[in-house]
């Protein structure tokens, strides 16, 4: 009875602040499925995904600028002193401040790649295979986000579905204790001080159960609502705090499930993706030594009035022209060694993604069929579980009966409140457990958040 009653109070999680500290606030009723898209919004490792998939849009981004037609414009003034003549005869003037006089310099840049032999298209391709790698990466934190609050939920309700008990269970040793205790003082023989020990060490017992489960309740607070990101202060609570009665077993086979987790399951679009980005770096690699072909134009200004301008096409003067001019062309980086060496690099990562092929094609059914062969093997206990808490139940009951009209003892008594206590225990695990195999089988094939209705919306 103790083991069972240790383990209802060490699994207490209770997201629920208490409402005797909020008496004068509104309290906010939230769903399963409220708290779940709360954590979708909120969550911290939701939030690092998304950013993830953000960061790899933008480098997505970066490489389609390749193609963009790129400017670059310089321009600068300087001081300088006059000179007068050609290139043969010449007279420079400085010393006097009437001899300076300014020097405007513009000059810009226009580039646009025509073509790069592929390596920029395989690159894009590339960026592109990642961005939907990371918005897998993404579906698979919002699955695993989601399994840890209904977990939490579960536990805090199977805590919920067991206090009454224990109220009965304080009720029932009130009630008997109350009535040993006059038998006793009437000095009738039917009760010695051993039989009021026991049923005082019964009643501490469960003083000491709650006293567990309500600290466990604080700690659960707050870990559900670190996982839903909640820090705004409202005071909240389930708006069910029972757990549901009804079992039934998985209508699909284990078979279908399997299938359905084939194009469900983020991992598998994850292995897609960075198999396909993987290959399309290696070609983008490979292709390193090719030429890239370019269209250019240039321009340029300078201006000096201290300076004669001299008009001779064969001499050069930088501070009195104009000039523009386009050309296309190519521009040809061969290192052969660094390009076979970036094609290792992508070729390893391949190897990477093959290898985890391997493990999710038999890891994931091992897990659709042990959360699914759990799900079964408590739908079928089920039903002896519900016999057991019956039988228990009564027990309890004509053993207090008997104790109160006096042909019954305190031992009886406690024996079959202690089987009702650790059979309503039980019952309540066994509901407990089915609903964590559900969500962990929705897990396992990739459905959980179909839960989440369509309207259920929270802000970022």
């Not at 321009?299 to 001299?310: C, E, M, Q, S």
């Not at 062969?373 to 004509?398: D, G, T, Y």
Request: net charge negative; proline share 4%.
């Amino acid at each position: 009875m103790s083991r069972a009653f240790a383990l209802a109070a060490l699994v207490a999680l209770l997201p629920l602040s208490s409402p005797a500290l909020h008496a004068q606030e509104t309290v906010e009723l939230l769903s399963l499925e409220d708290c779940v898209a709360l954590a979708l919004a909120r969550n911290g490792s939701i939030l690092e995904a998304k950013s993830k998939v953000e960061e790899y849009e933008a480098v997505l981004s970066e490489v389609e600028s390749v193609f963009y037609p790129k400017l670059q414009l310089m321009g600068y003034a300087a001081p300088m002193y006059t000179v007068t003549g050609d290139a043969q005869q010449y007279q420079r003037s400085w010393k006097a401040l009437s001899d300076w006089g300014p020097y405007l310099h513009l000059q810009g840049q226009y580039l646009q790649i025509l073509h790069t032999f592929g390596r920029a298209e395989e690159a894009e391709l590339a960026a592109q295979e990642q961005a939907q790698l990371y918005a897998a990466k993404l579906r698979e934190a919002e699955l695993a986000v989601a399994l840890e609050v209904y977990r939490f939920a579960y536990l805090y309700m199977y805590t919920q579905s067991v206090l009454p008990t224990l109220d009965r269970g304080d009720e029932v040793v009130a009630t008997a204790s109350a009535s040993a205790r006059e038998k006793y003082d009437a000095a009738t023989g039917e009760v010695d001080m051993a039989d009021l020990m026991r049923l005082e060490y019964f009643s501490a017992k469960l003083a000491e159960l709650r006293i567990e489960a309500e600290s466990g309740a604080s700690l659960a607070l707050a870990a559900l609502e670190h996982t839903m990101g909640k820090s705004d202060g409202q005071p909240w609570q389930l708006s069910s705090t029972l757990l549901p009665k009804e079992l039934s077993a998985p209508e699909a086979s284990l078979e279908t499930l399997i299938l359905e987790a084939a194009g469900r399951r983020p991992e598998w679009a994850q292995l897609e993706h960075g198999l396909a980005a993987a290959t399309h770096l290696i070609e983008s690699e490979k292709m390193a030594m090719a030429p890239a072909l370019f269209l250019a134009a240039q321009f340029g200004a300078d201006w000096a009035p201290t300076r004669d301008d001299l008009d001779n096409p064969y001499l050069n003067d930088e501070y009195n022209q104009l000039h523009a001019g386009f050309a296309i062309g190519f521009l040809w980086d061969f290192d052969p060694a660094k390009a076979f060496a970036k094609v290792e690099q992508a070729q390893a990562l391949a190897k990477q993604v093959q290898a985890l092929e391997v493990f999710a094609s038999t890891g994931i059914p091992l897990r659709i069929r042990k959360s699914y062969e759990e799900v079964q093997r408590i739908v079928s206990s089920a039903e002896a579980v519900k016999r057991s808490l019956k039988a228990a139940q009564k027990w309890m009951v004509f053993s207090a009966t008997a104790f109160s009209s006096g042909v019954g003892d305190a031992r009886e008594l406690l024996e079959g409140a202690a089987a009702f206590l650790e059979a309503n225990a039980k019952y309540y695990e066994r509901l407990m457990q089915y609903q964590i195999a559900r969500v962990e089988l929705e897990f396992a094939v990739g459905s959980l958040l179909d839960r989440l209705p369509a309207s259920t919306m929270f802000p970022d």
